[in-house]
Structures are given as C-alpha cells and as structure tokens.
C-alpha cells in the first residue's frame, strides 16, 4: 500500500522541464480525453481488439524502425516508455523531494507519438520519494502488466525486458547525475545515484546487471542490433553484434 504526502507538490512538476523530454510530464490535461490510459494499454492483451492501443504502438515502432521481427520493436517500444517512467519518478524524487503518482489509470499516453513517449498526467498526488514506493510505482505498478501484455502479442524474453528496465533506469540516473553536476548540485547527484543502486537490487532488477558509479553494463541485449543499420548499445553485454541465427532471422 502506497501512502499518500500531504506536501505541496508543484503540480506542474515545473523542477523537471529543464531536464529535458525523458523526464517533462505534462498535466495541462490537453488533448488528454481523447487518448487511453496506459492501465487501458496494458489491458489490451488480445491482439484483435480494434484499436488496441499497444498494438498500435508496436507497429508504428516496427515500421519507423524497419524491421518486422514483433519483438524488436517491442522491445525497443517498451525501453522508451520505461525510460520515461523511470526519468520522470526519479527525477521527482531528486529534484521535488516527493514522487507524483503515477497510477496507469492517471497517466494518458499517446501511441502515435515520436519519442520519447507522449505521457500526461491527469492528477497529480504526492508520494514519498523513497526507493521502495518508486519500485511499487514503475516496477509493480507498469512495468509487470506491460510485460504480460507484451508476451500476448510475441514480445521478447522476460529476462530483455528487464535487462531493458535496468538499462533505462541506469540512463536516468545516469543523465540526472550529470545535470547535478553540471549546476553545482553533488547532493542531488548523490542522491540519484544511491536511489538507482537500491532499484537495481530490487528483487525484479537484481542481476539484470552491473552499476559500477554511474556506468552500467547489463547481461542481455535489446535486440537493437537486428535493427537494419543497428548496432550494439553501449551498456550491451555483446562487444559486437552476434551473427544471426536462422531461428532468430524468422522472429
């Protein structure tokens, strides 16, 4: 159970815009009736249903990729909406000293944008800015259900998806580190990179890789390199990109 802060959260979350697109969430609540939820999203296992959301989602990645192996762009379409979750939870916690709730029911998600992800927080309610309510918040509150409503539709491996959760929550912190550093801000700096270290031993990120400071190597691979014109991510425990094997060709 998550308990709810009676403290002043800017309910613009105005602290994250200088960050940049990973972490901005916007709570204007424009356009926000007309697109689905993520809890909608996640919910949509069955790949038939019309207009299912995350369907949807995976092909626009597929083709704005060029490849139609179902779980490339699955796997690359669930990093990016990861790394948004983690940018802006983190993000909070560092620089607003609360987290927003970030209930799939609240957050309204565009599945036609570019990246990063289009996410738009209908209510914002603050959370404790510990390691333990971000987990319950992104990990138990999205990333299970997209996990299980992308193996309904042929995505990858469990264990790449949370190589990929491990991955994009090292980048955030990674970036936030930097930004810290940059304006004289070592606290906030620490801070990011001691709450990224707890995450990561999470029982659902544990063993997904190695945090050495701020560099993280991961024990999987996103798949990026079966991208025509792809390659190896810096954070991949391949050096180079393995030789395809039939089986993996097919997809």
């Keep these: 159970m998550v308990l709810l802060l009676f ?33 909608q999203a996640y ?23 060029g490849t139609r192996e179902v779980r490339v762009a699955a796997s690359v379409a669930q990093q990016g909406l990861t790394a948004r979750l983690w940018s802006v939870a983190l993000g909070s916690a560092v620089l607003c000293g609360a987290v927003p709730d970030l209930d799939p029911g609240l ?3 565009d599945p036609d944008a570019g990246a990063p992800d289009d996410l738009r927080l209908t209510g914002v309610r603050a ?11 992104v990990l138990c509150g999205h990333l299970d259900p997209l996990a299980a409503a992308l193996a309904a539709h042929g995505g990858p491996a469990p264990g790449l998806l949370r190589g990929n959760a491990a991955s994009a929550l090292a980048g955030a912190a990674r970036e ?6 940059l304006h004289g801000r070592p606290d906030a700096a620490a801070r990011a990179g001691s709450l990224a270290a707890e995450l990561l031993a999470h029982p659902g990120l544990a ?20 991208v025509p014109g792809g390659g190896v991510c810096g954070d991949c425990c391949f050096p180079r990109p393995p030789r395809s094997s039939p089986r993996a060709a097919s997809g």
């Design 7 to 39: 403290v002043d959260l800017d309910p613009d979350l105005a602290a994250l815009r200088p960050l940049g697109g990973f972490f901005v969430l916007r709570t204007d609540g424009a356009r926000a009736d007309s697109l689905p939820t993520l809890a």
């Design 176 to 181: 936030l580190d930097r930004r810290a550093r």
């Design 207 to 226: 063993g997904a890789g190695t945090l050495t400071g701020t560099s993280f190597r991961r024990r999987s691979c996103c798949l990026y390199y079966r």
């Design 107 to 109: 957050l309204r998600w």
């Design 127 to 137: 959370l404790p800015a510990d390691a333990a309510t971000i987990a319950d918040v």
């Design 43 to 65: 919910a949509a296992t069955a790949p038939d249903v019309p207009g299912n959301p995350l369907v949807f989602r995976l092909r626009k990645v597929a083709a704005a990729l």
